[in-house]
């Protein structure tokens, strides 16, 4: 079975500065997507970044970028310039054959 | 968008209760998603359903059951509802895998 681990509980960061959030995954399958949602205190799971495991080029989305690193089977978060906004519980997932697997989270504080 | 809406956003359930959790896809979605979520240990798959009056056990189905007449609608169920039952419940559908799953924004449930 596939396995998420996510290493930080919480983090923080200052206001502008930047962070990055670890993921690690264990599987056996070539073909997967793996995905950063964000859950803001209004509880709604928001899509963050995706990224196919086939593509070596790493997804970036304004101020988010992923670190991917498929054969140690890593897949970090980068935020640039973080703002107040960005505060919010941050789950790693992996999908592969159906299922969606996710981590356990890492709450992300900022400090203004 | 994508729409996916929980009935109830809390509910407060006495034990033994049998618990009715509703959710509504408006997109045509065939795939459909319970998630239990918990501080600590992230989302956790409970059902799924590929299609209509279809569904597969997900990684924590004891005590919960689903049922999935129409395309639109997936709905899980407490046969009796218990203490350790106290999360909060988040459905999902899917379309194209790329883009991961649409969630809808949770049901607190409490159970007394």
């Known amino acids: 079975a596939q396995t998420v681990t996510q290493s930080q509980p919480e983090m923080s960061v200052q206001e502008a500065e930047t962070v990055t959030l670890s993921c690690t995954y264990d599987t056996s399958e070539s073909d997967y997507y793996l995905f950063w949602y964000k859950q803001p205190p209004s509880r709604q799971m928001i899509l963050v970044i995706r990224?196919?495991?086939?593509?070596?080029q790493n997804a970036t989305e304004n101020r988010f970028s992923v670190n991917f690193q498929k054969a140690a089977k890593s897949f970090s978060l980068k935020i640039s310039d973080s703002q107040l906004g960005d505060a919010a519980m941050y789950f790693c997932?992996?999908?592969?054959?159906?299922?969606?697997?996710f981590g356990t989270g890492t709450r992300l504080t900022i400090i203004p | 968008d994508v729409k996916v809406t929980q009935s109830s956003r809390y509910l407060v359930k006495r034990t033994g209760e049998k618990v009715f959790l509703e959710c509504v896809q408006d997109?045509?979605?065939?795939?459909m998603f319970w998630y239990r979520q918990d501080p600590g240990l992230g989302l956790r798959l409970i059902y799924f359903s590929y299609d209509v009056k279809m569904k597969e056990k997900g990684d924590i189905p004891e005590g919960y059951s689903v049922s999935r007449e129409k395309k639109e609608r997936f709905s899980l169920i407490l046969e009796s509802a218990s203490t350790n039952q106290t999360s909060m419940y988040l459905c999902?559908?899917?379309?194209?895998?790329?883009?991961?799953?649409?969630f809808g924004s949770g049901t607190r449930l409490t159970v007394v």
């Open positions: 999902a559908s899917r379309d194209r895998p790329l883009y991961g799953y649409t």
């Open positions: 997932a992996y999908r592969g054959n159906e299922k969606l697997t």
């Open positions: 990224q196919e495991a086939y593509k070596q």
């Open positions: 997109m045509d979605h065939e795939n």
